[in-house]
């Protein structure tokens, strides 16, 4: 099987150390920013969660995600804006958005662009590795940046969550097994992601997210992500308690959008 995360990870990382500006210059400004603007501009991604799940029984984070390593294109030339709009239509109550260009095709223009359209807080996602990456996401206006258990140590971890908070971004924290959920939970998560999909094949186990819902300690909002179809699903994984489900290619491939992010919410509801 291709080690995708494996790929994508070097070529991160790479990138990190070609990038010329120096880390400790610009996380110090993008801290001084953070701290005289306070939230302003913020959208509260967590607590938009947390009413879309109060409201309807679950909270559906919609994905804009042109392509993937694994599926190759899914829409390559959707109109993130426009998405956003039949997402939020739907009942959204946030959306995702991929910025990598190499292997998903995305760019933060698509963020920009899709933030912009409407209401809904943003999740800058991406194979985040470094203090630029973090700064970056709140740079173009992110809401929320993804942190990956699998492709940080429990220091880079650590130091990323902080500086997300320092930064009034939500940190998304992505696990895929029980070590790496202990690993987000020691260092403080409260906002985790179960991604059914293993970032080094790309297969799915639709069984991985009611597993791992079983193990979640109270506090923590649960998001289950990868591998959702319909509105069984949803039911099926808001019964052991997530509170919010992130979808990508269902909803990409959708010649409705806005209505399948509705049925999604059907069970639920």
């Known amino acids: ?26 996380v110090e400004e993008a801290c001084s ?23 309807r029984g679950m909270a559906v984070i919609s994905e804009i995600k042109r392509r993937s390593p694994s599926k190759g294109d899914l829409d390559p030339t959707l109109d993130p804006a426009s998405v956003a709009m039949e997402y939020e239509a739907g009942g959204a109550s946030c959306l995702s958005v991929l910025t990598d260009e190499e292997f ?15 209401n809904l807080p943003v999740l800058r996602k991406d194979f985040t590795v470094g203090p630029l990456d973090v700064c970056d996401a709140r740079t173009m206006g992110a809401d929320a940046v993804l942190l990956i258990v699998a492709a940080l140590d429990d220091f880079e971890l650590a130091t ?15 696990v895929h097994d029980e070590a790496e959920l202990d690993r987000a939970l020691a260092v403080g998560a409260d906002l985790i992601g179960v991604n059914q999909r293993d970032l080094r094949t790309f297969e799915v186990d639709r069984e991985r997210a009611l597993r791992m819902g079983e193990r979640m ?53």
Request: charged content about 25%.
């Open 217 to 269: 300690p109270e506090g923590v909002v649960a998001v289950a992500e990868s591998g959702i179809r319909d509105a069984a699903d949803v039911e099926r994984l808001a019964s052991v308690g997530y509170v919010a489900v992130l979808v990508g290619e269902t909803l990409v491939r959708s010649s409705d959008r806005a209505s399948a992010v509705d049925r999604l919410l059907g069970a639920s509801a």
């Open 1 to 26: 099987m291709p080690a995708y995360l494996d790929s994508i990870l070097v070529a991160h990382r790479t990138a990190m150390s070609e990038d010329p500006r120096d880390a400790a210059s610009v």
């Open 160 to 174: 990323l969550l902080a500086l997300a908070r320092d930064l009034g971004l939500a940190p998304l924290v992505e």
């Open 104 to 118: 998903f095709g995305g760019s933060r223009h698509d963020l920009v662009a899709a933030r912009a359209a409407g």
């Open 33 to 55: 920013l953070a701290a005289r603007e306070g939230m302003a501009g913020r959208r509260p991604f967590v607590e938009a969660i947390l009413a879309g799940h109060a409201a």
